[in-house]
């Protein structure tokens, strides 16, 4: 009786051990995904030269005279 419990006890750890890595991995995930966001707001800033000067790209081929 006692080595069941022992053994459920044990699995019992390994699953708050497994929740306490997921709730880390979720905090990382989420600070990650902010950080790509601020640096691909950045880019587009950089890019477009601002939010509200957003122009379309020049032509690619240009026509001569």
Do not use: K, W, Y
């Not at 053994?7 to 997921?22: A, G, H, P, Y």
């Not at 790509?36 to 005279?65: E, K, M, N, Q, Y």
């Amino acid at each position: 009786m006692q080595s069941r419990m022992d053994t459920q006890q044990i699995r019992l750890d390994s699953l708050e051990d497994l929740l306490d890595v997921m709730a880390v991995g979720n905090r990382l995930c989420r600070a990650l995904d902010a950080r790509r966001a601020a640096l691909d707001a950045t880019t587009s800033s950089r890019v477009h030269g601002g939010d509200s000067a957003i122009r379309p790209p020049p032509p690619l081929l240009r026509t001569f005279p």
